[in-house]
């Protein structure tokens, strides 16, 4: 697992209040691979992160619980293949 514990992660952040919503953990530097990814917010209305453009192969994950901020849960993605824009929807972990 040693290329994880190297690897760039980007946090990405809702633009209205600021929470944490995911993490994209890069994979590789693949320039004939860019996505764009946005997500909602589910802790204020009608929130949702910027479009950040990523380069390369990423997984995504939720925010974690031991991460000292508030938990998050991956609900669904909407990917649409003629823009390569992937809007990740996201809720509230309760735990
Ligand atoms: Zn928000």
Known sequence: MKEFEDAEITKIKCASCGK???NILHLNK???LVNRV??????CINGNSIV???VGLFASGPVGADESSSP?????IHFDPDTK???????????
């Open 52 to 54: 950040h453009e990523i």
């Open 38 to 43: 946005q997500a909602t917010c589910p802790f």
């Open 85 to 95: 824009n992937s809007q990740f929807i996201i809720k509230k972990d309760k735990k």
């Open 72 to 76: 998050t849960l991956i609900d669904d």
């Open 30 to 32: 693949d320039q004939n």
């Open 20 to 22: 944490r919503l995911i």
